[in-house]
C-alpha cells in the first residue's frame, strides 16, 4: 500500500481523506489547516432574517442612521442580552 500524497502540495505529512459535500479532499496536515481556516473565513454568516417594524424619534432613527442599522441593533441585541445574562439568567 503506498503512502497517501497531498493532493495540494505532494507532501506526506499526515495525509487525511476527507469529505466535504460530495467533494473529496486529500490533504497533508499544513494544508489540512490552512484549508479548514479558508473555509471558516468563507463561511456565510449563522442567522434568521425577520422585517420588523419600529417607531423611533426622527433623531434617533439620524443616529442609527450614521452607522450600519442592521449592525447597530445586532450590538444592542447582544450587548442587552449579555447584561441579562449577568443579571441572574442563564
Ligand atoms: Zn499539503
Known sequence: MSAKVCQRCSGKND???FNIGDEKH???ID??????IKA?????PIGITRKISLTLAQEDW??????????TIRTLVH????S???KGGL
Open 15 to 17: 495525509v487525511t481523506e
Open 26 to 28: 486529500r490533504l497533508c
Open 31 to 36: 494544508c489540512r489547516s490552512k484549508f479548514l
Open 40 to 44: 471558516e473565513m468563507g463561511r456565510p
Open 62 to 71: 439620524d443616529w442609527l442612521d450614521k452607522g450600519n442599522r442592521s449592525k
Open 79 to 82: 450587548n442587552e442580552r449579555l
Open 84 to 86: 441579562d445574562e449577568r
